[in-house]
Nanobody, 124 residues
Framework: QQQLVESGGGLVQPGGSLRLSCAASGFSFAYYAIGWFRQYPGREREGLLC????????NAAGPVHGRVTMSRDNLKSTVYLQMNSLKPEDTAIYYC?????????????????WGQGTQVTVSS
C-alpha cells in the first residue's frame, strides 16, 4: 500500500522556520517526482516545489520565492520542505504528493498519490 506521511507542522511565530518531512512507503521512491503543495480553506491546492527523480528541484515561485527549499533523501524515502521567514499568510494545510512518473508537473492530474496533510499555523 502506497503511503505518504507528512510531519513537522505546527504553530510558529511570524518570522520563524519549520521543516516539514514526508516519509514514503509502498513504492519505488527513487523513481518518482515528489511535490509539496498547500491548501487554504475553500481553495484548490497550490504547488510549492517539486523534486524530480533526478534530484532537480523546481524553482519556488510566487509568495514563497526565496523562503522555501526542498530536498529528498532516497535512502530514507523522505522529502523535506524547509520554510523560513514564515508569514501569517503561510497558514495552510501542507501536503506532499507523488507524481505519476519521474517528472514534476504543474497539473494536479499528474499526481498519483497524496499524503494526509499537516497543518501549519503562523501566528503570534
Amino acid at each position: 500500500q502506497q503511503q505518504l506521511v507528512e510531519s513537522g507542522g505546527g504553530l510558529v511565530q511570524p518570522g520563524g522556520s519549520l521543516r516539514l518531512s514526508c516519509a514514503a512507503s509502498g513504492f519505488s521512491f527513487a523513481y518518482y517526482a515528489i511535490g509539496w503543495f498547500r491548501q487554504y480553506p475553500g481553495r484548490e491546492r497550490e504547488g510549492l516545489l517539486c523534486v524530480g527523480a533526478d534530484g532537480g528541484v523546481t524553482n519556488a515561485a510566487g509568495p514563497v520565492h526565496g523562503r522555501v527549499t526542498m530536498s529528498r533523501d532516497n535512502l530514507k524515502s523522505t522529502v523535506y520542505l524547509q520554510m523560513n521567514s514564515l508569514k501569517p499568510e503561510d497558514t495552510a494545510i501542507y501536503y506532499c504528493a507523488r507524481f505519476v512518473d519521474a517528472y514534476c508537473s504543474p497539473r494536479l492530474s499528474r499526481v498519483g498519490a497524496w499524503g494526509q496533510g499537516t497543518q501549519v499555523t503562523v501566528s503570534s
